[in-house]
């Protein structure tokens, strides 16, 4: 069975420091791993995937197959990060049921 | 371009009535995926649709059920409602399913 865990509920962190939301995975096949933001009174919104190795709003996340992690790092947190994090798995191909972990709050103080 | 649409936003039912909810995917996404979304539970998946056929199923009874019509909408069917179905009620859609969702605003279900 695929499982995300998020072991953080809530990571309190100032403004300019380093921020690394946690996830860790358990999947048998190829994992596509994601991560999902809620902003207060939006919609989820696809943050970014590991296969674009991309940096948004300047989070990167790192698929560790060792590790069975992808843990989300910004290296300078800032007030507007302060949202809801949501890790997400999908198996490759089409038959999978994607897997949401319970999601990290993240509130940056001034 | 226009973003998942789901209606109604809310919506407030009795126990044992049933209830359709309703969800437009963006133009050309053929996966259509509904998630429950509890404080209890969290995100947790119902079903998904490609191309009018059901192509995942979570661990929901089958008293959730669901549908896709031909121009990708979708409709999400719960019978006998229970007060432990009260939740937000998550449809997203994506081009082909497992590329990265795309979510509607979501419809919160009341059941008194």
């Known amino acids: 069975a695929q499982r995300v865990t998020q072991p953080e509920k809530l990571l309190s962190v100032f403004k300019g420091a380093p921020v690394e939301l946690k996830c860790n995975y358990s999947y048998s096949g190829s994992p596509e791993l994601f991560w999902y933001v809620q902003y207060s009174r939006q919609r989820l919104q696809l943050l970014l995937r590991?296969?674009s190795r991309e940096s948004i709003k300047g989070f990167t996340a790192d698929l560790n197959k060792g590790e069975t992690s992808f843990h989300l790092k910004k290296p300078f947190a800032q007030e507007e990060d302060s949202a809801m994090y949501y890790c997400a798995l999908s198996g490759s191909g089409g038959s999978y049921i994607p897997t949401f972990g319970r999601g990290t709050s993240l509130i940056v103080h001034p | 371009k226009a973003g998942v649409t789901q209606t109604p936003r809310y919506l407030i039912k009795t126990r044992g009535q049933q209830v359709t909810l309703s969800c437009s995917p963006i133009?050309?996404?053929?996966?259509v995926s509904w998630y429950q979304q509890t404080p209890g539970q969290g995100l947790q998946f119902l079903f998904e649709?490609?191309?009018?056929?059901?192509?995942n199923k979570g661990n929901f009874p089958g008293r959730f059920s669901g549908r896709q019509f031909s121009n990708s909408r979708s409709e999400m069917n719960v019978s006998t409602l229970e007060l432990g179905d009260s939740a937000l009620y998550l449809c997203a859609s994506s081009p082909w399913g497992g590329d990265g969702y795309t979510f509607g605003s979501g419809t919160r279900l009341t059941v008194v």
């Open positions: 649709y490609f191309s009018e056929t059901q192509r």
């Open positions: 590991h296969i």
């Open positions: 133009s050309g996404h053929r996966s």
